[in-house]
């Protein structure tokens, strides 16, 4: 008997999962007929892609995600 689990994608933050097909005996499938074994079903998170911005005295940064719009602040020691 195998069990369904349907395909969840990655996010920047969270780990997602390909679909796949469990059967009682714990192995893993790509397909209801159970004939292609999977090794692996995790996909990993993706992490932000951040695109980044100096402020005029270039001690903080600024970034937004591309993907999620996720922002954050960083401290820059960049030298003038």
């Known amino acids: ?42 996909i990993p998170a993706l992490g932000h892609t951040f695109d980044w911005t100096l402020d005029a005295d270039t001690t903080m940064k600024t970034g937004v995600c591309s993907v999620c719009g996720y922002e954050d602040i960083e401290s820059s020691a960049i030298a003038n």
């Open 1 to 42: 008997k195998l069990t369904h689990t349907a395909e969840k994608a990655a996010t920047c933050t969270e780990a997602g999962n390909v679909e796949y097909y469990t059967c009682t005996c714990g192995k893993s499938f790509a397909d209801a007929a159970a004939t292609t074994e999977l090794t692996e079903t995790a």
